[in-house]
């Protein structure tokens, strides 16, 4: 199966007709990664079909879900977002979400901003900073194998936007870390995912601040 046909199928499966568009972008953004990946070793894996299965596909399994959080436009923020990932899948199939990608690497913040020019990406931003540094507010605010969850919400719990929610991509549920989680923040759902081509656990912890009460 080419590349083409693999990601139209892995899109399918997960729900995602893609225009023409979006699967040009998506297949120049995969080979952008294994391109930049000679020198700078953005990520460890170097087959396309890997890619593909592990980057673009694991990324867009959280398309929906996010539709679902975030129906119409919006700010989110990737954090530790490495090669831009969900980050830069978000941008393409989500034109209407304005996307930065927040990395302490100066490299993956550069592959980032050139991913947004070469793909005409308006919508994507490569960020240089560490997390605790920077302020802003965000709708979403979301990781992928970043840091434990009790990390990632205290370390980013200055970039929500009132209303806003964490997205944290997991592996299987981390039953530890949701055990460890500071008090002010409210889990409220895990969502399972199930990836095309990925015989592996993934899910994703969605997570607000919990409302101060008044007396």
């Not at 297949?27 to 953005?42: D, F, G, H, S």
């Not at 929906?64 to 393409?92: M, N, Q």
């Not at 605790?132 to 434990?148: C, K, M, N, P, T």
């Amino acid at each position: 199966m080419t590349q083409v046909a693999a990601l139209h199928a892995g899109a399918a499966a997960l729900g995602l007709p893609l225009t023409e568009r979006q699967a040009d972008r998506l297949l120049a953004y995969a080979a952008l990664i294994l391109k930049w990946n000679k020198v700078y070793n953005l990520t460890a894996l170097r087959d396309p079909a890997l890619v593909l299965s592990h980057h673009l596909l694991d990324s867009m399994a959280v398309i929906e879900p996010l539709r679902r959080e975030l129906p119409s436009g919006g700010k989110l923020i990737d954090v530790g977002a490495g090669a831009g990932l969900p980050g830069v899948v978000i941008a393409i199939l989500r034109d209407d979400i304005d996307v930065s990608c927040l990395d302490a690497v100066a490299k993956k913040t550069a592959f980032v901003q050139q991913v947004a020019a070469e793909l005409k990406l308006p919508n994507l931003h490569g960020v240089h900073a560490r997390v605790e540094s920077l302020a802003g507010q965000y709708d979403i605010v979301s990781s992928r194998a970043f840091a434990s969850l009790p990390d990632f919400f205290s370390g980013s719990a200055q970039l929500l936007a009132p209303g806003a929610r964490w997205m944290a991509m997991k592996g299987k549920v981390p039953t530890d870390e949701l055990a460890a989680i500071p008090p002010g923040v409210d889990v409220f759902h895990v969502e399972h995912l199930t990836v095309p081509g990925l015989d592996a656990e993934r899910c994703i912890v969605w997570a607000r601040q919990k409302a101060t009460v008044v007396d």
